[in-house]
């Protein structure tokens, strides 16, 4: 299994940036994919971005393309989300998600999420 912690969120303005951060340990070395997700209360968890472990591809929802950058640093097993010109529609909590090789498809690790608020 991998363990992940995610930190960073916070309350910003609209228009602002926050930057999360997410730590992966156990077994880091059959990470496939790592990806975000957010909830915002009465919703159900939806995918903001994704990156392949290995290559480095990213997925992003439409909802934040142009604003939100994943990327990753294979020697820290660290997962990053730069969140840039932030919306009140932001506003959820964010999860960190891995998916293994042993089963891509499944994001089967997750963090305990870090609160994003941004006002309006």
């Known amino acids: 299994q991998v363990q992940l912690v995610e930190s960073g969120g916070g309350l910003v303005q609209a228009g602002g940036s926050l930057r999360l951060s997410c730590a992966a340990s156990?077994?880091?070395?059959?990470?496939?994919?790592m990806a975000w997700f957010r909830q915002a209360p009465g919703k159900e968890r939806g995918r903001v971005a994704t990156i392949n472990w290995s290559g480095g591809t990213t997925y992003y929802a439409d909802s934040v393309k142009g604003r939100f950058t994943i990327s990753r640093d294979n020697a820290m097993n660290m997962v990053y989300l730069q969140m840039n010109s932030l919306k009140p529609e932001d506003t959820a909590v964010y999860y960190c998600?891995?998916?293994?090789?042993?089963?891509?498809?499944?994001?089967?690790?997750w963090g305990q999420g870090t609160q994003v608020t941004v006002s309006s």
């Open positions: 156990g077994r880091t070395n059959s990470i496939y994919d």
């Open positions: 998600a891995a998916a293994l090789e042993t089963n891509r498809r499944d994001f089967g690790s």
